[in-house]
């Protein structure tokens, strides 16, 4: 029953973050920081090489939200969906995904304070608000990274789960589930 809810509750936070928002708060890839627009021109061109018939939405990948609740315009940059899909060699290793989210501070100036080669990644938005804001993620992160329960076997899994949330200016994933 546990891993029946759990696979629900995955799924249901996977569908979330797939539906586009109208109210979702805009940046046009133009806009994104050099940083971000170069990381994805540069993942892209990686999954293109690999697929030439490969077709790209400037934005795909990129989730404009609010971590905070303070109305700040921030960042989600997802490699596996800058491509639409996990493509070793190009936009992901045989087995992770770079994920990485970057903060807005004062003058449109944006700072990373998340940055994880994830295995599986989940997030929960409550897209009710304006702008829409980030509940909290589910990552899953290697099983020899310290975060993991060192006393668990993960022999037949490759990873441990994370519950990541945003307090005190930065994603805290200290919690293990």
């Known amino acids: 029953m546990k891993a029946k809810l759990q696979i629900i509750f995955l799924t249901v936070c996977n569908l979330l973050w797939t539906i586009p928002i109208a109210a979702q708060p805009t940046l046009e890839f133009s806009q994104l920081p050099t940083e971000i627009r170069n990381r ?7 999954c293109s090489e690999l697929f030439p018939e490969m077709e790209f939405n400037d934005m795909q990948g990129i989730q404009v939200l609010d971590l905070k609740g303070d109305g700040s315009r921030d960042i989600v940059v997802d490699n596996e969906g800058l491509c639409g ?23 449109g100036q944006w700072r990373k304070i998340f940055d994880e080669q994830a295995y599986d990644r989940y997030l929960a938005i ?21 975060r ?11 990873s441990c789960n994370l519950i990541v949330t945003y307090r005190n200016n930065n994603c805290e994933g200290r919690r293990r589930i």
């Open 85 to 107: 899909r996990h493509i070793s060699g190009a936009n992901c290793s045989n087995r992770s995904c770079d994920l990485a989210i970057y903060k807005e501070g004062p003058k």
């Open 126 to 146: 409550d897209w009710m608000r304006t702008p829409p804001r980030l509940q909290l993620m589910v990552v899953s992160i290697g099983k020899n990274d310290a």
């Open 148 to 158: 993991c329960h060192p006393k668990r076997s993960y022999s037949t899994e490759p």
């Open 40 to 46: 994805a021109i540069e993942v892209r061109k990686s």
